[in-house]
């Protein structure tokens, strides 16, 4: 009985589309969250989050080569398997989905992205939102759920992914707020490939640029094109952009709507984003 019961409530480790679609058969209010893995406090929040609204929740795993524009940035990208399917047990989490490359990469058409989205990382990283565009496309004709969950910290891809293929699947796509460190810093899987040292000065950054926003909030002009400067020579960072925009249409210094600042810089070789 305690056996049967334990099978019962065990997490289903999928690792192809056949697997997948066995298992989902008839299940309805399915979460879904996805991932590349190197989970964190922040992919847990999703988790949570999902488990709290849905009735069954669903995690995939996928570094998804084809959203590196630099082969180096795609090797070196942190990978821990055994440990994050520990903690997705252990969050009873009820699927864990494994795609191999060819259930995800098995058919041609390509989802493009406008001139006008060429803004923030898809100005600075090209192909990069191709590459989510696309995997995510394909993740959602696969996995068939009520909601996605996703993170704010990696808000214009929420955005792009809400409004392209939110409609297409009439799918509930989610934004849950950032996860962050005491010390500020957003958690992320790149912050591991940071000594700590580096993680002191990223610490610092975040600290300005939260008393950045708040400012801006009180109506002061922030120059933010001299702070790009001071933040450069200071902590030895290159900046890509740093740039309030508002959170609907990602239009540039419209602080009459809700607003963000807008932040992606390269660090002893890594690139971080964030938004405040
Ligand atoms: P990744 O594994 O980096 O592709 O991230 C998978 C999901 O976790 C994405 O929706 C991210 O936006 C989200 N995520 C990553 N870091 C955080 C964070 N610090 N807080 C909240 N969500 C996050």
Redesign the pocket.
Known sequence: MFYLLKCFIQMKTLLNKIDLNEALFGVSNLGFV????SLHQ??I??IKNSKKQCKKTIVSIFVNPTQFNNKKDYTKYPKNKKKDLSILKKLKVDFVFLPNINDIYNFKRKIKIHKKDKILCAKYRKGHFEGVLNVMNRLLSIVKSKCVY?????FQ??MLIKRILGKKYKINIVG?????ENNKI????RNKLLNKSYIKKASKIAIKLDKLKKLSKMNKFVDLSKYKVELENKFKIKIDYLEFRDEKKMKLDNFKSKYRLFIAYHINGVRLIDNF
């Open positions: 996805p991932t590349m893995g922040g992919h929040s999703l996703m993170g704010e910290k990696d891809q929420y849950c707020p950032t996860i962050r957003a958690l992320s899987t």
